[in-house]
């Protein structure tokens, strides 16, 4: 394999002995931000050298771990890797132990001393953000004796994921069933959307019965393990002084009530185009009855591209170059200077991910086999590159870090132009259908599938906080309720589907996968835009992928235009989802 399709770890350092070192300067440094330990805030020097020296012991850390991870993301049996990784996890864990005085110490100094410092040292700019963000904390804070009962509490909070987890994952045996080639197999959790993607209906069948079948005999056992992290999670949100558990989620996300109730209405005021589009399936599929096992087949594919790396390439930076000259210089730069481990190797983590290192370059994992969705993987990951790529360029590494509500949307913004270019440029009408039913089903399944299930977690936090008992049988009648809303009258909504909330993991990261949603919402408003050539809107764009975290996350937003508390900015995504689907009607 040519080197050009590795990582080259030397851009982060030369050698071994070059990355120790590193590790030894690091540990001098956290002995040296001890002495600002209890004195932190006496004085304006104090907190301006602590932070510059955390500054420091930051940039430093960012590249020793990423070597650590990316040597044991490359060779995840080697003996060596493994030391490695664990060698600088420890250093995380010291890390972390060693500056955990910071917090505490800002949130219980005098709040008119700590701004009084900001007002008049000039030298506290850089960090003024990330302050004031410790202050905003002190209103949740509890005392001393509460944290510490909390914090000695955490494994316990953790333990119905930790439990949910092990049942599912460990202990569940789902069964067998005869495939398209009428071979006998076992389905896993990991399979089972492989199986209802199938052309075969029996398949699919199969595949949903017994993994319901499953979910069904535990109903009772999951529905107490999510009762009781929703529980943990309502008690924990009074205590800290949350109005609900919503408003902490939300807080936390550096997001806003708002935004959250604004996405329920646009997505309730549009769901008679998602009818719409479930109704053509039926048509599509050409079938007496469609049910829940259905909706996942893509009526129009046949078979499976084979596309090299170099063809891709060439996809990814053809659909990009709107993005114009300097975004596209960028890409050539991670295609010839190996920010790309592109190839399966043995023992080499799966999946793919995209990982900035500040003053160095993001570094892109991924596992390319040649199929199409390879290339929109490239577009993502690639996506999430320059996002950070131009956030460490524009700030220093504490306001580098963009937040989770904004962390999706460059990403998908890549993978719509690369979906409406391969859609363009497609001569083949059925090979076109296809390419537009899979960017449909993008959206049916992120935007509106993400959304039920946030106004199933809405409810059921909701009666909790309002003392309500609830039994499995009330979760069961409230998710196929939905279903029957979210779905349409052309769909059978089978008795079984009541039990998929029970499968979610995300359900117990309370309040999670609503951002799913807002992500591509922002994405299709800021792609249309894009597509539309609207002057001086790419330059927007950039500006507000440099700015990392120094402006609340709606406020970054609205630099594009894209006001996520407004019910009428949704209405971008459901007129772009109506556009397809007229569009793919004119194709059958």
């Known amino acids: 394999m040519q080197e050009k399709y590795n990582w080259d770890l030397t851009d982060l350092f030369k050698n071994k002995e070059e990355f120790q070192k590193a590790i030894e300067n690091m540990k001098q440094d956290l002995k040296e931000i001890q002495k600002y330990k209890g004195i932190l805030c006496d004085n304006s020097d104090n907190l301006y050298e602590c932070y510059n020296l955390y500054e420091k012991i930051l940039m430093d850390f960012d590249k020793i771990y990423s070597y650590g991870m990316f040597s044991y993301h490359l060779d995840m049996a080697n003996q060596e890797g493994i030391k490695l990784f664990k060698e600088v996890e420890s250093l995380s864990s010291e890390f972390s132990t060693l500056t955990s005085y910071i917090t505490p110490e800002i949130i219980s100094a005098d709040e008119n001393v700590i701004r009084k410092f900001l007002k008049e040292d000039s030298r506290l700019k850089k960090y ?58 076992q389905l896993t959790d990991a399979t089972y959307t492989k199986y209802l993607k199938s052309s075969d209906i029996k398949v699919r069948k199969q595949a949903f019965d017994l993994m319901y079948k499953k979910y069904s005999e535990y109903i009772i056992t999951i529905t107490e393990m999510y009762l009781s992290n929703v529980k943990q999670t309502v008690v924990t949100s009074k205590l800290r002084k949350y109005k609900s558990s919503l408003e902490r989620a939300t807080t936390n996300d550096d997001s806003t009530i708002k935004v959250y109730e604004a996405l329920m209405q646009g997505v309730n005021d549009s769901l008679n185009i998602n009818h719409e589009f479930v109704s053509m399936k039926k048509r599509l599929l050409n079938i007496d009855e469609v049910h829940m096992y259905d909706l996942y087949v893509n009526p129009f594919e046949e078979t499976q591209d084979e596309i090299s790396f170099e063809e891709a390439k060439i996809q990814v930076k053809e659909a990009l170059s709107i993005l114009g000259e300097e975004y596209n210089n960028l890409l050539n730069e991670a295609f010839e200077n190996r920010w790309i481990d592109v190839y399966e190797k043995p023992n080499k983590r799966g999946g793919a991910y995209s990982s900035g290192v500040y003053g160095v370059h993001p570094f892109v ?16 990951e690639l996506g999430h590159s320059i996002h950070s790529y131009y956030s460490n360029k524009n700030q220093n590494i504490i306001d580098s870090n963009y937040t989770i509500m904004v962390a999706e949307v460059a990403s998908t913004v890549n993978e719509l132009l690369l979906s409406e270019y391969q859609i363009k440029n497609e001569k083949d009408s059925k090979k076109k259908a296809e390419l537009i039913y899979e960017l449909l089903e993008m959206i049916r399944a992120t935007f509106y599938r993400q959304s039920m299930f946030a106004e199933f977690e809405k409810e059921i936090h909701e009666k909790i906080e309002n003392n309500q008992m609830l039994s499995a049988e009330d979760l069961n009648e409230i998710y196929y309720k939905l279903n029957q809303k979210y779905f349409c009258k ?36 800021i792609a249309t835009k894009i597509l539309n050539n609207e002057s001086g809107y790419t330059k927007k764009y950039i500006d507000m992928l440099s700015q990392g975290c120094t402006k609340k996350s709606v406020d970054l937003l609205k630099m594009v ?13 459901t007129d772009f989802y109506k556009s397809k689907i007229e569009e793919l009607k004119g194709l059958i």
Not at 141 to 148: D, F, R, T
Not at 495 to 507: G, L, N, S, T, V
Not at 561 to 573: A, C, G, Q, R, S
Request: proline residues 2%; charged residues 30%; aromatic residues 12%.
């Open 490 to 525: 052309d769909i059978v909504i089978d008795e079984q589907i009541k039990y998929e909330w029970a499968r979610i993991p995300h359900f117990y990261s309370d309040f999670y996968v609503y951002k799913y949603a807002t992500g591509i919402a922002s994405a299709i408003c």
């Open 128 to 185: 003024e953000r990330d302050i004031n963000d410790e202050l905003e904390k002190k209103k949740h804070i509890l005392s001393k004796e509460a944290e510490n009962i909390l914090a000695s509490y955490s494994e316990v909070f953790s333990a119905p994921e930790n439990i949910f987890d092990i049942l599912t994952n460990a202990e569940f045996k789902f069964g067998t069933l005869i495939d398209e080639n009428g071979k006998e197999v």
């Open 365 to 380: 994992l991924m596992s390319f086999t040649g199929n199409k969705r390879d290339v929109s993987t490239i577009a993502h």
């Open 561 to 573: 235009d894209v006001d996520l508390e407004n019910p009428n900015t949704y209405k971008v995504i």
